[in-house]
């Protein structure tokens, strides 16, 4: 049986900076995990890392910026958590042409998430240097 090492948060923090900061943009977070993990078995090869993990070390980041690319979905149903930092997320209004006060969608403080009533589900997760004027290989 092969051993495996989970790497320190900081350690991958560090690493996912250094890729992003050569790339500049990266399309998914699957993608994200690779370069991060090929980087990480040059270390050691006994390192493992999941696409999840590295998304949610990304979030600590401040100057990174995730983009979500959703999917509709014909079924609405109560969005309480954000489906990117899984954060409390906060609706958003709008007025309708009687002038009342409508609900239209919703957003999340943390990362930035927004969504209307019907595409709120995730599909894929684009990351952006903020700091960064690199555009995607």
Request: proline share 4%.
């Amino acid at each position: 049986m092969v051993s495996k090492k989970i790497p320190r948060s900081d350690f991958v923090i560090s690493i996912i900076k250094e890729v992003l900061k050569k790339r500049g943009v990266v399309q998914s977070q699957e993608d994200l995990c690779f370069h991060v993990l090929d980087i990480l078995k040059k270390i050691d090869k006994k390192y493992v890392l999941s696409p999840r993990r590295v998304k949610e070390l990304v979030i600590k980041i401040p100057n990174v910026k995730i983009k979500a690319k959703t999917k509709k979905i014909p079924k609405m149903t109560k969005l309480e958590k954000c489906p990117v930092c899984y954060k409390k997320v906060n609706k958003i209004y709008g007025k309708n042409l009687l002038n009342k006060k409508i609900h239209i969608g919703y957003i999340c403080k943390r990362c930035g998430y927004t969504t209307d009533l019907e595409s709120f589900t995730p599909m894929k997760y684009l990351f952006v240097l903020k700091s960064s004027n690199k555009k995607s290989n």
